[in-house]
């Protein structure tokens, strides 16, 4: 079967792309290569001389679901049938987004940084690990070269995340940090062992949907 997907995350995963999105029905979907939740190659996210963003529209071939215990919404996708449809506009897509912005995940009900990866295994079926979350003034910042935060409240929630998408192209000739009303694409990463530490999920800023 053929989707299109309306991209709302293109970020960076050990070398890969990690592509999310709503498809036609609303429903988050993030197409991986394999079972395991690979990335989709940054070659195969490039339309031109850009990466894919948010709002784009891409189509592919599903062949199965893939869920993770902590990522519900993986779909294995046959890669050579990934194609570039258009790049959407806002106003057409507000129905959609506006639904998703409704939906408030278990794992963003509180604004932590990170997840024990013991207790997400104890939260039962598959974890939904996207969400969009409205704010209205994303600040996007650079505290190390190469690394970019968001910080935003979405109603009286104060988040400060990693911000994943290097390749957005409102990150050239950044000329101030508020960058306004938003759609946070937030996502739950695979877990992560720091310094022999209890594995952890961070929460990442996959995606930002500006919303003026």
Same mark, same amino acid.
């Given at each position: 079967?053929? *989707? ?6 293109? +970020? ?5 792309? #990690? ?10 979907? @993030? ?11 940054? =070659? ?6 850009? =990466?894919? %963003? $948010? ?11 893939? $869920?993770?215990?902590? %990522? ?10 990934? @194609? ?6 806002? &106003?057409?897509? %507000? ?7 409704? +939906?408030? $995940?278990?794992?963003? *009900? ?18 939904? +690990? ?29 988040? +400060? ?23 946070? #694409?937030? =996502? ?8 022999? &530490? =209890? ?14």
């Amino acid at each position: 079967m053929r *989707q299109e997907l309306l991209v709302l995350a293109n +970020s960076r995963k050990y070398g890969a792309r #990690c592509v999310a999105g709503l498809d036609p029905d609303g429903n988050w979907v @993030r197409p991986v290569a394999a079972r395991s939740g690979a990335g989709i190659p940054s =070659s195969l996210t490039r339309v031109g001389t850009r =990466s894919l %963003q $948010p709002l784009d529209v891409v189509s592919y071939k599903l062949i199965e679901h893939a $869920p993770l215990p902590y %990522q519900s919404e993986n779909w294995v996708i046959d890669l050579d049938s990934l @194609r570039f449809v258009r790049s959407a506009a806002l &106003n057409e897509e %507000q129905d959609r987004l506006s639904a998703a912005s409704l +939906s408030r $995940p278990e794992f963003v *009900q509180d604004t932590a940084p990170t997840l024990m990866a013991d207790a997400v295994a104890g939260m039962g079926p598959p974890l939904a +690990s996207l969400a969009l979350l409205p704010t209205n003034n994303v600040r996007v910042v650079e505290p190390e070269p190469g690394h970019w935060r968001a910080a935003f409240f979405s109603g009286d929630d104060p988040w +400060s995340l990693p911000f994943t998408d290097e390749l957005w192209p409102n990150l050239e000739n950044l000329t101030s940090p508020d960058m306004g009303s938003a759609l946070v #694409c937030v =996502s739950l990463a695979e877990p992560y062992e720091p310094h022999g &530490n =209890s594995p952890r999920h961070y929460k990442l800023a996959a995606g930002i949907v500006l919303t003026p």
